[in-house]
């Protein structure tokens, strides 16, 4: 069964630090991975999109990565700030049909001033 | 910056009446797609339509659940009889598939539904 699993469920910072969200699949075949971040009471937005030869992608202060070996992905977020709190959602897609995708459960991230 | 327009943002109703939620997608885009998201579930896919056409509606309860595109410019996604267990968020997506680099889906801001 397509799974997606992410770590933590919930995370709480300091506004400046920074921090790492993990995301780990078994969906199979791989077409790409997605990271989206949902505020309070809207739509998820992308952040980052990586196909199977990306390993690196960066949008500003948010840098994702990806082994397809080891079927991992990760979410950097540099220098957060108070806006950074969120749900951060990992999308894992089995081929270029987007509409077949598992979704991840998301981390929610707490930015504290 | 182009969106995908929700409507309504929210809902409250009775048991056993009729929603209908409806979605604009960008324009151009080909794909839109229908989620429900809970507190206990996550995002889960409903539907999705290819060129107006339902590709996979196999995650909507039928018996009450429909989902159509009338035409390019809206989508609907309507409960008949509604049940409390619906209660939850309906985001509309839209997306250009197959596009360059695997493009986004593009999410509304969703209708929260509350069936009393």
């Known amino acids: 069964k397509n799974q997606v699993e992410q770590s933590p469920q919930s995370l709480i910072i300091l506004e400046g630090k920074n921090c790492t969200l993990q995301c780990n699949y078994t969906v199979s075949p791989f077409s790409n991975l997605r990271w989206y971040k949902q505020d309070t009471g809207r739509g998820p937005v992308s952040l980052t999109i990586?196909?199977?030869?990306?390993n690196t992608k960066s949008n500003g202060r948010y840098t994702a990565t990806l082994d397809a070996d080891t079927k991992q992905s990760s979410l950097h977020i540099t220098a957060s700030q108070l806006s950074d709190s969120a749900s951060y959602i990992c999308?894992?897609?089995?081929?270029?049909?987007?509409?077949?995708?598992?979704f991840g459960d998301g981390t929610t991230l707490t930015v504290k001033p | 910056d182009a969106r995908v327009t929700q409507t309504p943002r929210h809902k409250v109703t009775e048991m056993g009446q009729e929603v209908t939620m409806r979605c604009q997608p960008i324009?151009?885009?080909?794909?839109v797609f229908w989620y429900r998201q809970t507190m206990m579930q996550g995002l889960e896919l409903l539907a999705y339509?290819?060129?107006?056409?339902?590709?996979?509606d196999s995650g909507m309860p039928k018996d009450r659940f429909s989902a159509e595109m009338p035409d390019a410019t809206l989508a609907t996604l309507k409960i008949q009889p509604s049940e409390p267990r619906d209660s939850a968020v309906y985001f509309c997506?839209?997306?250009?598939?197959?596009?360059?680099?695997?493009?986004?889906?593009?999410f509304g801001d969703g209708t929260r539904l509350s069936i009393l």
């Open positions: 339509f290819r060129n107006r056409a339902p590709l996979d």
């Open positions: 997506a839209s997306g250009l598939v197959p596009g360059p680099s695997n493009q986004p889906q593009h």
């Open positions: 999308v894992v897609s089995v081929n270029t049909n987007a509409g077949k995708s598992t």
């Open positions: 324009l151009g885009h080909n794909t």
């Open positions: 990586m196909t199977f030869s990306e």
